[in-house]
């Protein structure tokens, strides 16, 4: 079975633009969460979505937006970049929100 | 506020013996679950090991078990027989039980470098 997929593997962008980032997640997974991993630190929570509703929202800026369609999976939005924003973008598919399975990641540069 | 702290940024062990990564964790609530990732270079997250504040054991999967102590809040992980393909980012994670989302707190993470 295949994991969970995100597309691009790395992306450079400049300051001011906006960017879209994409997860399949495991098939019959029902939930995708999103996570920032900035260089040196550990993941932190942006979004859960669960049956196309949002669960749950870190502590991110409103420029952070998510959606998930009816095939399960999800794209994260940013709008407005900022260097700040350079990090790897984590996504995750679970049943129901139990055990996560992470995906390889997308490499956000921001010059 | 649930925190999760990892007091080792980094270290080195030669290869074949065990290691102990070190994981203390802050929470109120009594029903939590503790986990351990596994993070090469490559980025991807890795799932290793589940600890629920209710087992009565350690958790153990293969060469990695957790070792347990509640009233110390400690959840460090063991790895016996270290292998040169263990060495990676290690992160100590908590569910956060007030969260209405399934959002997982990571702590700062431990490097590992496996020396042959």
């Known amino acids: 079975d295949a994991g969970v997929t995100q597309s691009p593997t790395h992306l450079i962008k400049t300051r001011g633009q906006h960017v879209t980032l994409r997860c399949s997640p495991i098939?019959?997974?029902?939930?995708v969460s999103w996570y920032q991993q900035v260089l040196g630190q550990g993941p932190q929570f942006i979004f859960q979505y669960y049956e196309k509703e949002e669960r749950g929202r870190g502590n991110f800026p409103d420029r952070f937006s998510a959606r998930q369609f009816p095939n399960y999976s999800s794209e994260l939005n940013v709008n407005a970049l900022l260097l700040g924003d350079s990090a790897l973008y984590l996504c995750a598919s679970s049943l129901a929100g139990n055990e996560q399975f992470f995906g390889p990641g997308t490499r956000l540069t921001v010059l | 506020a649930q925190k999760i702290t990892q007091t080792q940024p980094g270290m080195f062990v030669q290869e074949k013996e065990a290691v102990t990564l070190d994981c203390t964790y802050d929470?109120?609530?009594?029903?939590?679950?503790l986990f351990w990732y596994k993070q090469p270079s490559s980025g991807e997250m890795i799932f290793l090991i589940y600890q629920g504040s209710y087992d009565e054991q350690n958790a153990t999967e293969g060469r990695y078990s957790l070792n347990f102590q509640k009233a110390r809040k400690s959840a460090n992980l063991v790895i016996s027989a270290s292998q040169l393909g263990d060495s990676a980012m290690y992160f100590c994670?908590?569910?956060?039980?007030?969260?209405?989302?399934?959002?997982?707190?990571f702590g700062s993470g431990t490097r590992l470098s496996i020396r042959p």
């Open positions: 994670a908590m569910r956060d039980p007030w969260s209405s989302a399934s959002k997982i707190i």
């Open positions: 098939s019959g997974h029902k939930s």
């Open positions: 929470t109120s609530d009594q029903s939590y679950g």
